[in-house]
């Protein structure tokens, strides 16, 4: 290992962060309260401008197809805002119409839908119920009334006198004629009479052929008079019949029309129900004998709803959907948007000895529905879960009708015959919530989905970290304590919960827009507040509720650093090796992120231009990843020729790494490893690096900077804190960083640095001591003794079929990384290896 040398102290000083630079700390005097509870709560939306703006426009498009997408992440409160758009908008909307369904007298298999005014549904099937129920009173009482039995009896009497005097001209006629006849149920009989008795066969047989003959026509003449008797007769009942029957339309009549008289009139203007009362008038009168008797059959309690008071079922009216008069349009959200709940259904239920049977007081009103008139917000994912329920949304919205189908009609699964309610027609808007890849594929894939939500808004990730979003992010806590009774919080706690929602977001400059993730950590300070029996919730209790919710996650973070601390993953933090360097990554494990060390080593050696990758040769590396590899070989042909490059053959890994990663955040660190291999110049392991490159050297931000810092500090710390340690990121990172407390503290005092570069030469310097010697002299070469000349240099040597001896160092042997083995402490297979993001 070279000594330290002035220039790279000099750059090491230039390129030096201050503590002050790694973090952004929010003074509490830029919020004008001592506690929450002094601020009014309020309803407001702040930091979404744009999802604002496309909100507002959705909602106030009549044209049809401007339904509304809420793009964005989860917990980012995208169906809060809306809703609470929809909810102010709708108290200023006038309330939609109620929708019932009646019995279809003319096709009892298509039941009717009327609309009322709002809150008329209710009171308009009431009043039907009381009016039936008062017809049928009022029929038993006309039909068992005194005068009614009179003047059925007097037609009853009149048509059997009329009877009697018909068949008794008749026998009287038939005696005439020497006849007699007999009346039974099979008809009327006749027979000759001798001496005023009927002729026996013997005396019928002892006549002359004339007399048999006379005999013959004198009865045919008879059985004429007969059936003309006979027809007289029938006439005579029918029309006592229609007397009866005309007498009990009168009684019915006067029982029923009266009764009805005030509904025609309050509904006067209302074409379809004045023709549905006729109808029930019409079929009262006509169904009058159902309500003659007060008796009803036997059933069992299950199904009495069915086949119990038959007469007035058909009457009653279902009031599928109900709004309140005084509260404006609909906001109904559906949490669970299969078919029947999205578009309605028929119920059925089971009959004595089997079977199923439905009327229309079974219909039920799906989510669209109950909506029409206002507004119905869905989550597209859950949706998607429903594809009937999605096809069903796009047909309703499409024509503009919601009709309730049996699912296995609508879809052919069998032929049934049921009921087929008349279609409701429909204006509303629809909300779906999703995220912004959802909304794309369907965009493009589904013309009927780009053709009715041509509306996107786009919920931001974050928003500008200013006064007055400070502001409003203490407007939303108060407005939580408020909602779930918490604690007041002071202007400390609420600007350390500012500082974590930059932290959220991995920038100085904005705050997080993730209102779930922001409240969450609210309510545990709460929590720890309350446990300390406090007045108010502190910083001191946010720090806590933060540093406890990163402890409950984080048994793989410290079993990983237990193991790096005893050896079982190597990493070294104090010494220089050629050819090494702490490269960093970031482990995802959902909850919690974390980053660590790795060593990333490079051997070299003539060859024909191969640069092997072990992680990209044994398919364990992302795509982001080997496009970041297959910069560095750009990089160095064009810092040092094509020729010379195709003389090399290097090999670059990960060790102990053993599951997938990606990323292109070690591209510069690998690169590092190369000129330092090539170079033959140790590499500093007290510092690590992360940072991607472009092919012409410039060093580029990456993500989790934060995270790689404070995971190569706690490895440091826990082996000692030296005061040479530190770590070297892209200068274009620093904003994005958001260190804890304790790596403020470490680099305030000294203890640990952090250093941005811009360029790979400034890395290269910082990394082994050696200037990088980025330019060429007058002759074309890099300054003698740079790290550009040296690995010109050795490439040149490769490219003549020669190895140098290597100067300033005695030849190293690398050895293939260590086997593991399971170590007092640790579990006896490697730790977990979740995603990581290098």
Same mark, same amino acid.
């Given at each position: 290992?070279?000594?330290?040398?002035?220039?790279?102290?000099?750059?090491?000083?230039?390129?030096?962060?201050?503590?002050?630079?790694?973090?952004?700390?929010?003074?509490?005097?830029?919020?004008?309260?001592?506690?929450?509870?002094?601020?009014?709560?309020?309803?407001?939306?702040?930091?979404?401008?744009?999802?604002?703006?496309?909100?507002?426009?959705?909602?106030?498009?009549?044209?049809?197809?401007?339904?509304?997408?809420?793009?964005?992440?989860?917990?980012?409160?995208?169906?809060?805002?809306?809703?609470?758009?929809?909810?102010?908008?709708?108290?200023?909307?006038?309330?939609?119409?109620?929708?019932?369904?009646?019995?279809?007298?003319?096709?009892?298999?298509?039941?009717?839908?009327?609309?009322?005014?709002?809150?008329?549904?209710?009171?308009?099937?009431?009043?039907?119920?009381?009016?039936?129920?008062?017809?049928?009173?009022?029929?038993?009482?006309?039909?068992?009334? %005194?005068?009614?039995?009179?003047?059925?009896?007097?037609?009853?009497?009149?048509?059997?006198?009329?009877?009697?005097?018909?068949?008794?001209?008749?026998?009287?006629?038939?005696?005439?004629?020497?006849?007699?006849?007999?009346?039974?149920?099979?008809?009327?009989?006749?027979?000759?009479?001798?001496?005023?008795?009927?002729?026996?066969?013997?005396?019928?047989?002892? &006549?002359?052929?004339?007399?048999?003959?006379?005999?013959?026509?004198?009865?045919?003449?008879?059985?004429?008079?007969?059936?003309?008797?006979?027809?007289?007769?029938?006439?005579?009942?029918?029309?006592?019949?229609?007397?009866?029957?005309?007498?009990?339309?009168?009684?019915?009549?006067?029982?029923? %029309?009266? &009764?009805?008289?005030?509904? #025609?009139?309050?509904?006067?203007?209302?074409?379809?129900?004045?023709?549905?009362?006729?109808?029930?008038?019409?079929?009262?009168?006509?169904?009058?004998?159902?309500?003659?008797?007060?008796?009803?059959?036997?059933?069992?309690?299950?199904?009495?709803?069915?086949?119990?008071?038959?007469?007035?079922?058909?009457?009653?009216?279902?009031?599928?959907?109900?709004?309140?008069?005084?509260?404006?349009?609909?906001?109904?959200?559906?949490?669970?948007?299969?078919?029947?709940?999205?578009?309605?259904?028929?119920?059925?239920?089971?009959?004595?000895?089997?079977?199923?049977?439905?009327?229309?007081?079974?219909?039920?009103?799906?989510?669209?529905?109950?909506?029409?008139?206002?507004?119905?917000?869905?989550?597209?994912?859950?949706?998607?879960?429903?594809?009937?329920?999605? %096809?069903?949304?796009?047909?309703?919205?499409?024509?503009?009708?919601?009709?309730?189908?049996?699912?296995?009609?609508?879809?052919?699964?069998?032929?049934?015959?049921?009921?087929?309610?008349?279609?409701?027609?429909?204006?509303?808007?629809?909300?779906?919530?999703?995220?912004?890849?959802?909304?794309?594929?369907?965009?493009?894939?589904?013309?009927?989905?780009?053709?009715?939500?041509?509306?996107?808004?786009?919920?931001?990730?974050?928003?500008?970290?200013?006064?007055?979003?400070?502001?409003?992010?203490?407007?939303?806590?108060?407005?939580?304590?408020?909602?779930?009774?918490?604690?007041?919080?002071?202007?400390?706690?609420?600007?350390?919960?500012?500082?974590?929602?930059?932290?959220?977001?991995?920038?100085?400059?904005?705050?997080?827009?993730?209102?779930?993730?922001?409240?969450?950590?609210?309510?545990?300070?709460?929590?720890?507040?309350?446990?300390?029996?406090?007045?108010?919730?502190?910083?001191?209790?946010?720090?806590?509720?933060?540093?406890?919710?990163?402890?409950?996650?984080?048994?793989?973070?410290?079993?990983?650093?237990?193991?790096?601390?005893?050896?079982?993953?190597?990493?070294?933090?104090?010494?220089?090796?050629?050819?090494?360097?702490?490269?960093?990554?970031?482990?995802?494990?959902?909850?919690?992120?974390?980053?660590?060390?790795?060593?990333?080593?490079?051997?070299?050696?003539?060859?024909?231009?191969?640069?092997?990758?072990?992680?990209?040769? !044994?398919?364990?590396?992302?795509?982001?990843?080997?496009?970041?590899?297959?910069?560095?070989?750009?990089?160095?042909?064009?810092?040092?020729?094509?020729?010379?490059?195709?003389?090399?053959?290097? #090999?670059?890994?990960?060790?102990?790494?053993?599951?997938?990663?990606?990323?292109?955040?070690?591209?510069?660190?690998?690169?590092?490893?190369?000129?330092?291999? &090539?170079?033959?110049?140790?590499?500093?392991?007290?510092?690590?690096?992360?940072?991607?490159?472009?092919?012409?050297?410039?060093?580029?931000?990456?993500?989790?900077?934060?995270?790689?810092?404070?995971?190569?500090?706690?490895?440091?710390?826990?082996?000692?804190?030296?005061?040479?340690?530190?770590?070297?990121?892209?200068?274009?990172?620093?904003?994005?960083?958001?260190?804890? #407390?304790?790596?403020?503290?470490?680099?305030?005092?000294?203890?640990?640095?952090?250093?941005?570069?811009?360029?790979?030469?400034?890395?290269?310097?910082?990394?082994?001591?050696?200037?990088?010697?980025?330019?060429?002299?007058?002759?074309?070469?890099?300054?003698?003794?740079?790290?550009?000349?040296?690995?010109?240099?050795?490439?040149?040597?490769?490219?003549?079929?020669?190895?140098?001896?290597?100067?300033?160092?005695?030849?190293?042997?690398?050895?293939?990384?260590?086997?593991?083995?399971?170590?007092?402490?640790?579990?006896?297979?490697?730790?977990?290896?979740?995603?990581? !993001?290098?």
């Amino acid at each position: 290992m070279t000594s330290s040398t002035p220039p790279r102290d000099n750059l090491r000083e230039t390129l030096h962060l201050t503590a002050a630079e790694a973090t952004a700390p929010f003074d509490p005097s830029w919020l004008s309260f001592e506690t929450t509870d002094t601020l009014p709560v309020l309803d407001a939306v702040f930091g979404q401008e744009r999802a604002v703006r496309a909100i507002e426009f959705a909602l106030g498009m009549d044209a049809p197809g401007y339904h509304l997408f809420a793009s964005g992440p989860d917990g980012f409160g995208k169906q809060t805002i809306v809703t609470s758009f929809l909810r102010r908008r709708a108290q200023a909307t006038q309330p939609p119409l109620d929708w019932v369904y009646v019995h279809n007298f003319a096709r009892p298999d298509y039941p009717q839908a009327i609309s009322l005014p709002p809150g008329e549904g209710p009171r308009f099937a009431r009043a039907i119920e009381e009016a039936v129920a008062a017809a049928a009173r009022e029929i038993r009482t006309a039909f068992d009334s %005194d005068d009614y039995v009179r003047r059925r009896q007097a037609i009853a009497e009149a048509v059997d006198h009329e009877r009697n005097g018909l068949l008794e001209g008749l026998q009287n006629r038939a005696q005439e004629m020497g006849f007699g006849l007999q009346f039974g149920p099979a008809g009327i009989a006749s027979a000759p009479l001798v001496d005023g008795k009927p002729i026996t066969e013997e005396q019928f047989a002892a &006549l002359g052929e004339p007399e048999r003959q006379k005999l013959q026509e004198q009865r045919h003449n008879l059985e004429q008079q007969v059936q003309e008797t006979l027809l007289q007769v029938r006439a005579a009942e029918r029309a006592s019949n229609q007397r009866a029957n005309a007498l009990d339309e009168d009684v019915a009549a006067f029982a029923v %029309d009266h &009764l009805f008289q005030p509904l #025609s009139e309050q509904y006067g203007q209302d074409v379809e129900v004045q023709e549905y009362l006729e109808a029930v008038r019409a079929d009262l009168r006509r169904e009058r004998d159902r309500f003659r008797s007060e008796t009803q059959p036997a059933v069992p309690p299950g199904l009495a709803s069915l086949v119990q008071a038959p007469a007035t079922r058909r009457y009653e009216v279902n009031a599928v959907v109900t709004n309140d008069p005084q509260r404006g349009a609909p906001v109904i959200t559906e949490a669970h948007p299969t078919y029947q709940n999205l578009i309605g259904r028929v119920e059925y239920q089971s009959q004595p000895g089997g079977g199923l049977a439905t009327d229309h007081t079974m219909i039920r009103a799906g989510a669209l529905m109950k909506a029409n008139g206002g507004y119905l917000v869905l989550r597209l994912r859950d949706l998607l879960a429903n594809q009937m329920a999605l %096809d069903g949304l796009k047909r309703a919205l499409t024509f503009g009708t919601v009709a309730i189908e049996n699912l296995a009609e609508t879809y052919g699964l069998m032929p049934t015959v049921g009921l087929r309610p008349e279609p409701v027609p429909l204006n509303l808007k629809v909300v779906l919530v999703g995220e912004a890849y959802l909304y794309s594929l369907l965009y493009r894939y589904d013309p009927d989905f780009r053709q009715l939500f041509r509306v996107k808004a786009e919920f931001e990730v974050d928003f500008p970290r200013t006064k007055e979003n400070a502001q409003g992010l203490a407007s939303v806590v108060r407005s939580e304590c408020a909602r779930s009774g918490l604690l007041p919080f002071t202007n400390t706690a609420l600007a350390r919960l500012i500082e974590h929602s930059s932290r959220m977001v991995a920038d100085q400059r904005r705050l997080s827009a993730n209102m779930a993730g922001f409240l969450d950590v609210a309510r545990q300070a709460d929590y720890w507040a309350q446990n300390e029996s406090a007045a108010s919730v502190t910083g001191a209790h946010v720090e806590r509720a933060i540093e406890e919710t990163v402890y409950r996650s984080a048994l793989v973070r410290d079993r990983v650093m237990e193991a790096m601390n005893d050896g079982s993953i190597r990493v070294e933090t104090t010494g220089a090796r050629s050819g090494q360097i702490n490269a960093l990554s970031v482990y995802d494990l959902g909850d919690i992120s974390f980053g660590r060390p790795s060593r990333v080593t490079c051997v070299v050696s003539p060859g024909n231009g191969t640069m092997v990758m072990v992680e990209r040769d !044994s398919d364990m590396a992302g795509r982001i990843h080997n496009k970041g590899f297959l910069i560095l070989r750009g990089l160095l042909a064009d810092r040092f020729g094509q020729d010379r490059a195709g003389a090399l053959h290097a #090999s670059l890994t990960f060790e102990q790494l053993y599951g997938e990663i990606d990323g292109d955040s070690a591209s510069s660190t690998e690169t590092y490893a190369l000129l330092s291999a &090539l170079a033959e110049a140790p590499v500093e392991q007290q510092i690590a690096v992360t940072g991607s490159v472009d092919q012409l050297g410039n060093i580029q931000p990456i993500g989790g900077a934060t995270e790689k810092i404070e995971g190569f500090f706690d490895i440091c710390r826990v082996r000692g804190l030296t005061g040479t340690q530190g770590v070297m990121l892209p200068r274009s990172n620093v904003p994005n960083l958001m260190l804890r #407390s304790d790596v403020l503290k470490a680099i305030e005092a000294g203890q640990f640095h952090l250093w941005a570069v811009d360029r790979i030469e400034e890395g290269i310097e910082v990394l082994t001591g050696v200037p990088a010697g980025g330019t060429r002299g007058a002759d074309g070469r890099y300054p003698e003794g740079s790290i550009f000349r040296r690995v010109e240099d050795r490439l040149e040597a490769f490219a003549r079929g020669r190895t140098p001896q290597p100067t300033g160092e005695a030849p190293r042997i690398v050895l293939p990384p260590p086997t593991w083995r399971p170590t007092p402490g640790i579990p006896p297979a490697p730790p977990p290896e979740p995603p990581v !993001s290098v």
